[in-house]
């Protein structure tokens, strides 16, 4: 078996069961919102939204991640009512529709919890339960999967790796304290998240290190800014670059990836 991969398991995704491990899985975005910076304003109706997640489906995705709000650096945020407005009926939807695992791309615990009633199975916060306090305690309740994602306020770091990890541990404690149980949980190092581009490029090296931890570990790096930046192109024009880091996390053993 390969050292960089954890043990092929099950991910039981409340009444789905996904299997971690022995492939590499997909998941697939589907951004509802109007300001995502590759596909804003696309998908924002319930037709286009549930024909765009079926096609992700027939084209491999073993999982469709359903955002609301778009977390680029620079988007304004929105109101809870106003993400609930644009992810929950989509939700509903899907839930008819797919037999694959849906995940709600959300901070916000009251849109975590709507979310798992609307029928999604998967909880993925980009600030590893440190935006909302209530977070934890809604996943704790539901009893799913959870995608801890690295983010910070401020880029600035003494010794990016050690702390990246630290940050993750720490979102682990607090998942633990809540009742989470620890095959619940996945790790994202959050790149392109409260780091620069030079970070981004310095973790995308010691990813090995964030899948040392021992949990399953998703990367989404699809046409984000330190690929652009690197080779100086826009984002309709990244696939390739794209495809290279997707390619290299698998290398060191992320068991996810986000695209």
């Known amino acids: 078996m390969d050292p960089n991969r954890t043990p092929i398991r099950a991910l039981n995704c409340r009444e789905l069961t996904i299997e971690i491990g022995r492939r590499t899985l997909i998941m697939g975005i589907l951004n509802i919102t109007p300001n995502s910076f590759s596909d804003g304003g696309r998908y924002v109706t319930t037709e286009t939204a549930v024909a765009r997640a079926l096609r992700m489906v027939e084209e491999g995705a073993d999982l469709i991640d359903v955002g609301g709000e778009s977390t680029r650096p620079g988007a304004e945020p929105v109101s809870l009512e106003e993400e609930l407005h644009r992810a929950i009926p989509i939700i509903t939807a899907l839930k008819a529709v797919l037999r694959v695992p849906i995940s709600v791309d959300t901070y916000k615990a009251e849109t975590a919890r709507q979310a798992m009633e609307a029928g999604?199975?998967?909880?993925?916060?980009?600030?590893?339960?440190?935006?909302?306090?209530?977070?934890?305690?809604?996943?704790?309740?539901?009893?799913?999967p959870v995608i801890l994602s690295h983010n910070r306020k401020e880029s600035q770091y003494r010794n990016l790796v050690q702390e990246v990890i630290e940050d993750l541990y720490e979102s682990i404690e607090i998942a633990h304290k809540a009742g989470v149980a620890?095959?619940?949980?996945?790790?994202?190092?959050?790149?392109?998240?409260?780091?620069?581009?030079?970070?981004?490029?310095?973790l995308m090296n010691h990813l090995?290190?964030?899948?040392?931890?021992?949990?399953?570990?998703?990367?989404?790096?699809?046409?984000?800014?330190?690929i652009r930046h690197t080779l100086n192109l826009p984002a309709e024009d990244v696939v390739e670059g794209t495809a290279v880091t997707v390619a290299f996390g698998i290398a060191q053993g992320c068991e996810i990836i986000r695209v």
């Not at 998967?122 to 799913?144: L, R, S, Y």
């Open 120 to 144: 999604a199975q998967i909880i993925n916060d980009v600030w590893g339960f440190k935006a909302d306090p209530e977070m934890a305690k809604v996943a704790a309740e539901f009893q799913c």
């Open 182 to 202: 620890e095959e619940n949980i996945i790790l994202d190092p959050g790149i392109g998240f409260g780091k620069t581009i030079q970070h981004n490029l310095i």
């Open 208 to 226: 090995k290190d964030i899948v040392s931890m021992g949990y399953p570990v998703l990367l989404g790096t699809s046409r984000k800014s330190f």
